[in-house]
């Protein structure tokens, strides 16, 4: 069974449906129960999940919510890290709130509901998926805390790869910008400036799909992936393949 955090929308959802997909019961964690209900509502035909309130931000919540799982249903099997929020600005400009925000889910979140799991997974040799980003592992313009955010979680990631290797599996999943919010698909559609910036830098010429993140994901949890273990996967198109300069020898516009 599968606790994915901050499973609502987005990646989070695509994620649940995965691995309701994959036949896995799925509980679905988050701060908005009518989110997670209608996640659960559009999930696939008899898919086994349950929506499950918290806020990863409280300590004493999610690790109640993580001993209640595992209780009611007997053990823990995956951990999927992905509640997280973001808001753009350089050091100096972003909003102080904005900054505690993020700090609090996409870092204490993780670290929260991973101290909480830990003896549950251990118990089964399961394993942990971090959802972290591309901006984690590089950096992007106007987004300095955010980025600092996502890179706690690639050292979180190699510290419990390290220090619990003999017990579970801890890798990560780092998506380039996904088409998880109407708002990107929309400043992302075709025929956009932003789109065709975008297209100039990804090698595969557009953003992801929120089901392609969820497939890697549900790979790193699966017995396919039984090896691998303090792995950092991009999920980005090829991005990150590049050294950030444009294509020199482009000539057709």
């Not at 999610?62 to 997280?84: K, P, Q």
Request: aromatic share 6%; glycine share 12%.
């Amino acid at each position: 069974m599968v606790v994915i955090t901050g499973a609502g929308t987005g990646i989070g959802a695509a994620t649940a449906a995965r691995f309701a997909t994959d036949g896995y019961t799925v509980v679905l964690v988050g701060r908005t129960e009518a989110t997670l209900r209608r996640t659960a509502q559009e999930g696939p035909d008899g898919a086994d999940m349950h929506p499950w309130v918290a806020d990863v931000r409280d300590p004493g919540a999610v690790t109640a919510a993580v001993n209640g799982v595992a209780e009611r249903f007997g053990r823990l099997d995956v951990l999927v890290n992905n509640a997280g929020t973001v808001t753009a600005g350089t050091v100096d400009q972003i909003d102080l709130a904005g900054y505690r925000a993020m700090m609090s889910t996409n870092v204490d979140g993780a670290f929260y509901a991973s101290r909480a799991a830990l003896p549950h997974l251990r118990a089964v040799r399961g394993c942990i998926v971090n959802i972290g980003s591309v901006a984690g592992l590089r950096g992007e313009w106007n987004q300095a805390a955010y980025n600092m955010t996502k890179a706690a979680l690639v050292g979180l990631t190699n510290s419990m790869a390290l220090d619990h290797g003999r017990e579970i599996r801890v890798n990560a999943v780092h998506p380039g910008v996904t088409l998880s919010r109407r708002v990107l698909r929309e400043a992302l559609a075709e025929g956009t400036t932003l789109h065709e910036r975008f297209a100039d830098r990804v090698p595969m010429g557009r953003p992801g799909e929120p089901v392609e993140v969820a497939a890697v994901v549900a790979f790193l949890a699966g017995p396919d992936a039984a090896y691998l273990n303090g792995v950092h996967i991009p999920v980005d198109g090829g991005l990150t393949a590049s050294d950030g300069q444009t294509n020199l020898y482009r000539i057709d516009g």
